[in-house]
């Protein structure tokens, strides 16, 4: 199972950027969802969202940012609105495959930068 980002880039301060991310091969997943490294912090949770739909999202993106998966193309999106300088760093994606046999699969990671 592979996973390619797409999507990241720069926007000033209050745009917006999409973004995606895809699995391939023959997979059932559970979860799918995105985190954030800045040099130097710790990971963040951006947003997760469970196969049923269900989602959770980071305390400093809540408002902002909006997270959906397309399970027929095992794909996630992140759409980021009003987007922040403080938003800027590398954001991966990752799906953690349903039981029996769990098991989290991360992407390559996309940068995003929001400077004016």
């Known amino acids: 199972v592979q996973l390619q980002a797409y999507g990241g880039g720069l926007v000033k301060p209050g745009g917006s950027l999409r973004l995606s991310c895809a699995a391939s091969?023959?997979?059932?997943?559970?979860?799918m969802g995105w985190y954030r490294q800045a040099p130097g912090l710790e990971r963040e949770l951006v947003a997760v969202?469970?196969?049923?739909?269900?989602?959770n999202y980071g305390d400093s993106v809540k408002g902002r940012f909006t997270i959906s998966r397309d399970n027929a193309k095992n794909t996630v999106y992140l759409q980021m609105n009003n987007l922040k300088p403080e938003d800027t760093t590398v954001y991966y994606c990752?799906?953690?495959?349903?039981?029996?046999?769990?098991?989290?699969?991360w992407g390559q990671g996309t940068q995003v930068t929001v400077s004016s």
């Open positions: 969202i469970a196969a049923g739909g269900s989602t």
């Open positions: 990752y799906i953690r495959r349903a039981p029996p046999t769990p098991r989290t699969y």
């Open positions: 091969g023959s997979i059932s997943i559970n979860f």
